[in-house]
């Protein structure tokens, strides 16, 4: 039976950096780089997110072991949130090497509106980073001395992309898909759609049919079909109750800044409550409960899933 392992040998150049939830998984590929046809070939690696600001010295420190003396020629984003791109200030400190990004938030990055970019609103951080070339749609790239195609896939973020190798049937999948579930739907905080557009994002992945899927989060995966199963599933739970999906945002976003900071006072949560746009909107929205309440309540969850303890002062990691 084909494993993960076994698809991801396909590629000798491509290293897989498993994070955690912190920070986005970080993928290398160390040679065979081009970054658009009419471009020349790289001399060095490229690596494909970087991770939270918290790990961005862990982050330099594994991107120069696993580059073993090569030179870093490119970062790539596939979209733009903190666990994505927080460390790509410190990674291009270090190697002086282009960051490319997809275009839907270039000017937000451009005039570094923080509010804009959802570092304000999740009360998350982002140490500021220019760009130096998109990733639009339709592009494809030489990365590992493979092709691969650009795909949106927006949803869980409005401009995230996803990177395809047709030939090894290789996806790198961002939050599009992971291999329990899917990421938090964030335009549906504010009041916009993003359900639908996340469906057609599941439609899209299951129409290139990749034979494994490296996940933003998580380990790389070759269950394809039951994942997007799994993932529509939840969806439609989403959509059937919306208020489940405010109460699940509540819980990721807390759960976030407890890994972030490993223990977390109730006071604390409530700050956050009160002033992070995309927990306020989504009590505003959803959930409608005073901030006391609402903070207690995301203790208890957090903690009935068994990622948190909770002593009815504040929550620590287990």
């Not at 666990?83 to 410190?90: E, F, M």
Request: one cysteine or more; proline letters at 6%; a negative charge.
């Amino acid at each position: 039976m084909t494993t993960a392992s076994d698809s991801l040998a396909r590629l000798p150049s491509l290293r897989v950096l498993e994070r955690g939830w912190l920070s986005a998984n970080s993928i290398v590929f160390l040679d065979g780089n081009r970054l658009a046809a009419d471009r020349p070939m790289l001399d060095g690696a490229v690596v494909v997110d970087t991770g939270y600001v918290s790990d961005a010295a862990q982050t330099v420190a594994l991107l120069r072991d696993t580059l073993n003396g090569r030179a870093l020629s490119a970062i790539l984003n596939t979209h733009l949130h903190s666990d994505h791109c927080g460390g790509n200030a410190a990674v291009q400190a270090a190697w002086a090497c282009p960051i490319l990004i997809p275009p839907g938030e270039a000017d937000a990055v451009a005039a570094w509106d923080a509010k804009a970019l959802s570092y304000e609103a999740t009360g998350q951080e982002c140490p500021r980073f220019a760009y130096d070339a998109l990733l639009p749609p339709g592009d494809m790239l030489l990365l590992g001395g493979a092709s691969w195609e650009v795909h949106a896939a927006p949803g869980h973020d409005p401009h995230s992309i996803m990177l395809f190798a047709p030939v090894h049937r290789l996806l790198i999948s961002a939050d599009a898909l992971w291999e329990n579930g899917l990421g938090v739907i964030f335009p549906e905080l504010r009041g916009e759609a993003g359900f639908q557009a996340t469906r057609k994002a599941l439609d899209r992945i299951e129409g290139l049919a990749p034979d494994c899927v490296i996940p933003g989060h998580g380990p790389a995966f070759i269950d394809v079909p039951q994942a997007i199963e799994r993932a529509r599933s939840r969806l439609a739970g989403f959509e059937a109750n919306p208020d489940r999906h405010a109460m699940y945002a509540l819980k990721v976003l807390v759960q976030f800044l407890l890994l972030d900071r490993r223990v977390l006072s109730l006071a604390q949560i409530e700050a956050l409550l009160s002033s992070a746009d995309y927990l306020v909107q989504l009590n505003q929205r959803y959930l409608h409960q005073p901030v006391p309440v609402l903070a207690r309540q995301a203790c208890e969850a957090l903690a009935k899933s068994r990622v948190a303890v909770f002593d009815g002062t504040g929550l620590r990691l287990p």
